[in-house]
C-alpha cells in the first residue's frame, strides 16, 4: 500500500515550502534590481557584466542539480537506502537540472555574442554544458517511458549514473581537444581583483544564492507532482480492479 | 562468467553469419553513409581527405546503433529473451557476450569501412598499428555502452528512438579521441596519438565495467 | 543598455517562473484529481471498513461498493 507514503501535506511542509518560495523571489528581485540598477557598469566589459550576474549561477545551479540526481540514483540503487523518495528526488532535480543548464546555453550564448562576436565556440565549457544538456534530455526521456514503478525507477537510476560517469570523461577530452579554453572570467581570481567593484562581488553572491534557493523550491514542487501522479496512478489502477471486482459481484 | 560469454557471443555470431542481416544490410548502410558524406561536402578531395577519421567514426557510430538493435532483436523473436533470462547464464557474461559478438561484428565492418574511406576520399592509411588499436579499444567502448543502453531499451515500445538519444551523447568521448588518434595516424605521426588511445581504453574499461554490474538488474527487468 | 543585457534577463527570468507556475497549476490540478479520492480512502482505512471480502455476504444488502466509486456512481447503484 502506499497510501502511508501518500500526499495531503503536513501543514508545516507547506509553510516551509512557501517561505522558501517567498525568500528566493525576495533574493531574484533583489539580484535582478542590484544587477541592473545599482552596480556600476564594468571598466572592460561595460553594461554586459550584468549577465554574468545570472550566467554563473544558472552553470551552479545545473552542476548541483545533476549531482543530486546522480546522488540520489545511487541511494536508490543501494539496497539499504532504496526508496521511492530517492526516485522521485532524482527525477525532479534532473529535470529542474535540465532547464537551468539550458538557461545556462542560452544566457552564455546572449553574452558571447557581443563579447565574441559569434553565438557559439567551441570551448570545453560550452561544448560538455551543450553535451550534458543532451545527456540529460535522453535521461528525461528514459523516465518517461511508462512501466511498474521499480523497474522503471531502477532503470532510470542505472540510465543516471551511466550518464554521470561521461560528464568527467566528456569534459576532459573536450578540454584536451580544444585547448583555447578562456578560463571563466568571473572565476578567475587574477582577472578579477583588479577591478571588480565591492557591490559587484555581493550580487554575484547574492545571485549564486538566490538561484540555489530557486532551484529547491522548483525541486520540491516537482517532486510533490511526482508524489501526487504516482498516488493518481496507484489510485486509477485501484479504482479500475474495484470496479471490476463490484461488476463480478453484481452479477 | 567467461565461458558464458563465449557462449552467448558465439550464438550471437552464429545467427548473424546464418541471417545475413549484418552483411546485407548494415554493411550497405555504412557505406550509403559514406557515400551520403561525400555528396555533402563536395568531390574535393582536399576537403574529403582531412575530414575522413571523423566521417570514418561517425559512419561506425551510426552503424552501432544499428548492430546493438538487431543484437537484441534477435532476442526479442519466440520470447528468446527469457530464455536467456531463465538459462542461468550469468548476467555478465551475457552481457560480456553480446558485447563481444558486436565487437567481432563492427571490427569486420571498420575493416571495410577503411578501405572505402581510403578509395572514396583519398585517404592514406599509414600508422596501420594505431589505426588498428584505436578501432579495437574505441569499438570496445562503443559495444560495451551500446549494449548497456540496448537492454535499457529493448523491452520498451519506443526503442528505435530512445536508443540514438540514449546512446550519441554518451559516446561522444570516443568519437572524438578516435577520430583524434586516426587523425594523428594519417597525417604521419602516430606517435602523437597515445594519450588519446588512453582515453579510449579509459572509456571501454569504465563501461565494460558498468556494464558487467548494472546488466543483471536490467536484463531481469526488462 | 545593449538589449542583449535585457535579453538574458527576460530569458533566464521567464523561463524559471513559466517553468514555476506550471509545476504550481499542474500540481494543483493533480491535487484536485487525486483529493476526493484520497480523502474517501484515507476514511475507509482509517475506520475498520476492511478490504472488501468478496466471499463474505455483502452487510445490509446493499451491493459491495469500493471505497473509491462512493462518491461516483453511488446514486445510480441501486440494488
Known sequence: MRASTRTVPSERVAVALRVLGVASLVGVVATVWLGLFVTPPDEFMGNLVRLLYVHPPMAWVAFLAYGVASLASLLYLWPRTRSERFDRLAGASGEVGVVFTGLTLVSGSIWGRPTWGVWWVWDPLLTTTALLFVLYLGYLALRRVPGEFHVRARRSAIGALIAFIDVPIVYLSVEWWRSLHQAPTVLNPTTHKTYVHGSMAWTLLLGFVSFTLVYTWLVAHRYRLAELQDAQDTEGLEIALAERRAEAVGR | ?222 | MNGYVEAGYIMVLGTLSSYGVALVAREHAARRRVGTAAVEESIATSADAPVTDLTSPAPRDTPVVMPGELEQDAPGRAP
Request: include cysteine; hydrophobic fraction near 55%; charge should be neutral.
Open chain 2, 1 to 222: 562468467m567467461l565461458r558464458d560469454a563465449v557462449l552467448v557471443a558465439g550464438k550471437d555470431l552464429r545467427i548473424e553469419i546464418r541471417s545475413r542481416v549484418g552483411l546485407n544490410q548494415i554493411g550497405p548502410f555504412a557505406l550509403a553513409v559514406l557515400l551520403l558524406f561525400g555528396l555533402a561536402l563536395g568531390p574535393d578531395r582536399r576537403v574529403l581527405a582531412p575530414a575522413s577519421a571523423g566521417l570514418f567514426w561517425v559512419a561506425v557510430l551510426l552503424s552501432t546503433i544499428l548492430g546493438v538493435q538487431r543484437s537484441y532483436a534477435i532476442e526479442s523473436v519466440d520470447g528468446a529473451r527469457d530464455g536467456l533470462r531463465l538459462s542461468g547464464l550469468d548476467p555478465a557474461g551475457i552481457f560480456l557476450g553480446k558485447a563481444g559478438a558486436v565487437v567481432v561484428q563492427l571490427l569486420v565492418l571498420e575493416t571495410a569501412l577503411a578501405v572505402g574511406v581510403a578509395l572514396l576520399y583519398g585517404a592514406r592509411l599509414s600508422g596501420a598499428l594505431v589505426l588498428i588499436g584505436t578501432c579495437v579499444l574505441g569499438t570496445f567502448g562503443l559495444a560495451a555502452v551500446g549494449t548497456l543502453y540496448g537492454v535499457v531499451a529493448s523491452g520498451l515500445r519506443i526503442r528505435e528512438t530512445l536508443l540514438p538519444l540514449l546512446f550519441l551523447p554518451v559516446v561522444s568521448p570516443v568519437l572524438l579521441a578516435a577520430t583524434k588518434a586516426w587523425d594523428e595516424a594519417l597525417a604521419g605521426t602516430p606517435g602523437r596519438a597515445g594519450g588519446w588511445l588512453d582515453v579510449l581504453a579509459v572509456f571501454a574499461v569504465l563501461y565494460v565495467a558498468t556494464g558487467i554490474v548494472a546488466f543483471g538488474p536490467l536484463l531481469e527487468d526488462g
